[in-house]
């Protein structure tokens, strides 16, 4: 603290698309003295930066808690205390599975001054952009969001989840799938509900099937579809705009 005014933006990017990003988001870029930005950060946000800014790599998949997350925490530390702005930059929404709460805490606890960007989060821009509302008067109540991927090994309740009644939008899940859907069906979940995939959502890459909670794992493994994506699953997964899955979203519907 004292006269060094270091300070962090914790900056959700959104889902991929640019276009997504707020304008706070692009204007704490452009405050920034040094950019830490994550793996899944589209790296076309780095033009709202200002030129010649450092730009740290700090991205690793898989969601375990490690020593990067220690090291990145350090270096926010580091920089702000020199009395630097800090753009810590995420993916989606900086605390929607992003780490931002633990990177707050211990911020906080250093003193720093935090700014939280929020953002788009993957699990409901994602969804929109294939026309999934993730809520919908008649079709689901609510959502809910998890994770498919947790390092203890344990996670959610999926026999729980199963009877919850809302849509199931699930980060991280593509390598436990076949898994998750067994459980949510074990659980007492409909086969035939309406499930979908995202991979990249927003990007020009992006690709999805629409199958049913039962096929879809099989027919993202037949599609080649793979991570980063996320899950929904639930009524309003039918209404996606997959041209291709037509025939399919009337089976389900
Ligand atoms: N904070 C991020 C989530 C980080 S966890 C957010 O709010 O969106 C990382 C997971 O997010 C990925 O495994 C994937 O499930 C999802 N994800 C992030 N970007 C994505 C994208 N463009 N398309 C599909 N899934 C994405």
């Not at 900056?11 to 930005?37: N, S, W």
């Not at 989840?161 to 939008?169: E, K, S």
């Not at 909670?213 to 080649?224: C, I, K, S, Y």
Request: charged share 20%.
């Amino acid at each position: 603290m004292g006269a060094n005014r270091g300070k962090v933006y914790l900056i959700g990017a959104g889902p991929g698309d640019v276009e997504l990003l707020t304008l706070k988001a692009v204007r704490a870029l452009g405050e920034a003295q040094v950019v830490l930005v994550d793996e899944l950060v589209n790296p076309a946000v780095l033009r709202f930066a200002r030129p010649g800014v450092r730009v740290i790599p700090v991205g690793k998949r898989g969601g375990c808690r490690s020593t990067p997350q220690a090291l990145i925490e350090r270096l926010m530390v580091r920089y702000a205390r020199r009395g630097w702005v800090v753009a810590r930059v995420k993916g989606g929404d900086p605390f929607v599975f992003g780490r931002g709460g633990e990177e707050l805490q211990t911020l906080a606890r250093a003193g720093i001054e935090v700014e939280v960007v929020s953002g788009v989060t993957a699990g409901i821009g994602g969804p929109a952009a294939l026309g999934i509302p993730v809520t919908h008067r008649d079709l689901a109540h609510g959502v809910t969001l998890v994770t498919g991927h947790t390092c203890d090994g344990g996670g959610p309740d999926w026999a729980a989840l199963a009877r919850c009644g809302t849509t199931l939008v699930i980060y991280m899940g593509m390598a436990r799938l076949p898994f998750i859907a067994q459980a949510l069906m074990a659980g007492g979940l409909a086969a035939d509900t309406p499930a979908a995939a995202i991979q990249s959502a927003t990007l020009p890459d992006e690709r999805a099937v629409v199958s049913t909670l039962e096929r879809l794992a099989a027919d993202v493994q037949a599609a080649g579809i793979g991570s980063p994506a996320i899950v929904v699953i639930g009524r309003v997964a039918a209404l996606a705009k997959l041209p291709a899955h037509a025939a399919l979203l009337r089976e389900v519907a």
